[in-house]
């Protein structure tokens, strides 16, 4: 069975500076999709970035973008020049060729003015 | 746009009471998604509709949970009777269509909380 895991629970950054979370996932599957979506505070859910399993270019949008090591199962997150609107839970979720939609337990990231 | 729509936002039962959530998608999107988010986890899948056709329901605990989108539109999920640990928010999803190119929107979530 797929499984997503987030190791950091709780980060936080400077205004201004970069940070990286980390998500690690486990999958037989070879085509497969791989996103981060952004929870802020009370609000609603939306997606930041996605990947997909064959492409070798990382996906970048903007201030984010990913690292993403198919053989070590391995897709995390940057994000630049952080902002205070950055401040949120993160979740990375897999997308398999089963319809099979799996997130993670989430990063609480917090930016410090 | 209007986005994806839920109500209520918040509903506060007692045990072994029903309960019904309901999700008014994205105009024009095909495929519905519901998840169970309970407090420090991620968000879990409970069901995927295609249209008015279950693409993925092996999440759903079917004892107690149901969940229909009768007309391609707009969905109800249900817990009946409800348990102390179905406490979470309940999150709607619509994309265009199925698969991963399309974006997954999310509505604001219903917070249950089971006395």
């Known amino acids: 069975a797929q499984t997503v895991t987030q190791s950091q629970p709780e980060m936080s950054v400077q205004e201004a500076e970069t940070v990286t979370l980390s998500c690690t996932y486990d999958t037989s599957e070879n085509n497969y999709y791989l996103f981060w979506y952004k929870q802020p505070p009370s609000r609603q859910m939306i997606l930041v970035i996605r990947?997909?399993?064959?492409?070798?270019q990382n996906a970048t949008e903007n201030r984010f973008s990913v690292n993403f090591q198919k053989a070590a199962k391995s897709f995390s997150l940057k994000i630049s020049d952080s902002q205070l609107g950055d401040t949120a839970m993160y979740f990375c979720a897999f997308y398999g060729s089963y319809d099979k939609v799996i997130f993670g337990p989430g990063t609480s990231l917090s930016v410090i003015p | 746009e209007a986005g994806v729509a839920q109500s209520p936002r918040y509903k506060i039962i007692e045990k072994r009471q029903s309960v019904a959530f309901w999700c008014n998608p994205i105009?024009?999107?095909?495929?519905l998604y519901w998840y169970q988010q309970i407090l420090g986890q991620g968000p879990k899948l409970l069901i995927q509709f295609q249209n008015n056709g279950v693409v993925d329901d092996s999440q759903l605990p079917k004892d107690r949970f149901s969940a229909e989108r009768l007309k391609g539109v707009d969905s109800t999920l249900k817990i009946q009777p409800a348990k102390l640990e179905d406490s979470a928010v309940y999150l709607c999803?619509?994309?265009?269509?199925?698969?991963?190119?399309?974006?997954?929107?999310f509505g604001p979530g219903t917070r249950l909380t089971v006395l």
């Open positions: 990947q997909e399993a064959y492409k070798q």
């Open positions: 999803a619509s994309s265009a269509n199925r698969g991963t190119t399309d974006t997954q929107y």
């Open positions: 105009s024009g999107h095909a495929t």
